[in-house]
């Protein structure tokens, strides 16, 4: 095992990664084990839906370059071309064995989930803190989960860390029968597959299947992580039409459908629509909040 570590590598903002395991865990969905002596060192945030942003080694070398502090930020300031970086769900992470799962979902296209086709033993990747958006209020009755399969790895640790008798239903999208995944859980977990859908195949029936399901009586979360598009339509839903106050949800968009095109019309708005977001936090608003007008902004523009 390669000894990632730089001085002081404990205290930075930033891991070095080395695969030791990859596995094709179901058809569509790549298991990659890391390790190595940074990984060991990693401190779990301890939320199921903890995630990373993993970046990948630029063409010709064999790991992304270190990253440096700027002003307390942890960052690729002034490295041209800046490595390409994609979020991730830590799985799972072992305190004693020093090891972190992640699951990738796995196809030809993007950098990450073409990584994750040809992930193979001794690659080594870098990734940043971890941060996390699921926050369920204890006074909760039940939670309703909704995910596609960039979105299962999380869902699956949620409904693995429920305490017992904890009442969730989790509705998924996946591409065949072959994608679903049964988790271990002290829960009381119902589940609705929803299969060959979404996924970058076709449309996806996310927001349908969320509209059609009854929500119980008594407080509800609900927490939701799929594509762009059917997050903004959930979200819409759940606040407008079902009224939840924002405590009671997190819609994320954890992927987008053609990246490229959209993130070429972005840089347009970009500046007006940060703006927006930072100013509704200096305004005291929640980020939630923020995030909303945000995304009210690029709807009005048509991203
Ligand atoms: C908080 C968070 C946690 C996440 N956790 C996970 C995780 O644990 N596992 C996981 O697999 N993903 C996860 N994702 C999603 C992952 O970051 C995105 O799917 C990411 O865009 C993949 O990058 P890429 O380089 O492969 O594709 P991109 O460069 O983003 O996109 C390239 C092209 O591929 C297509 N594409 C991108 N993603 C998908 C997809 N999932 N299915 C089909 N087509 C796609 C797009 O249409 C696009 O045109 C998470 C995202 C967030 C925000």
């Known amino acids: 095992m390669t000894d990632n570590r730089i001085d002081g590598s404990a205290e930075k903002g930033y891991w070095f990664a080395e695969v030791v395991e990859v596995e094709q865990l179901t058809p569509h969905m790549v298991r990659v084990t890391f390790g190595g002596d940074d990984v060991a060192e990693y401190t779990s945030i301890g939320v199921p839906d903890e995630c990373i942003t993993i970046f990948f080694a630029r063409d010709g070398e064999d790991r992304p370059p270190a990253m440096t502090e700027v002003d307390g930020t942890w960052w690729y300031h002034e490295v041209e071309p800046m490595p390409e970086g994609r979020n991730y769900t830590v799985r799972r992470f072992d305190t004693d064995t020093g090891l972190l799962v992640i699951d990738f979902v796995a196809h030809e296209g993007g950098v990450a989930a073409t990584w994750a086709l040809n992930a193979s033993v001794g690659q080594v990747v870098l990734w940043t803190r971890p941060r996390s958006w699921y926050n369920i209020p204890d006074s909760a009755e039940w939670q309703l989960l909704v995910a596609d399969m960039t979105g299962l790895p999380a869902l699956g640790r949620i409904v693995e860390e429920l305490p017992a008798g904890a009442k969730a239903h989790a509705i998924v999208e996946v591409l065949e029968r072959g994608d679903i995944q049964q988790f271990e859980t002290a829960g009381d977990v119902t589940y609705d597959w929803r299969i ?50 924002v405590r009671q949800f997190e819609i994320i968009g954890y992927w987008r459908v053609n990246s490229e095109q959209w993130l070429e019309k972005y840089k347009k708005y970009q500046e007006e629509a940060l703006a927006v977001y930072n100013g509704a936090l200096e305004a005291g608003r929640s980020e939630t909040e923020a995030s909303e007008e945000f995304d009210a902004l690029l709807e009005r523009v048509g991203l």
């Open 196 to 245: 060959g859908s979404g996924n970058g195949d076709c449309a996806s029936v996310l927001d349908a299947a969320v509209r059609e399901y009854v929500l119980p009586e008594g407080e509800g979360y609900v927490w939701f992580a799929a594509e762009a598009a059917s997050s903004r339509i959930v979200r819409k839903y759940i606040r407008k039409e079902v009224g939840y106050p």
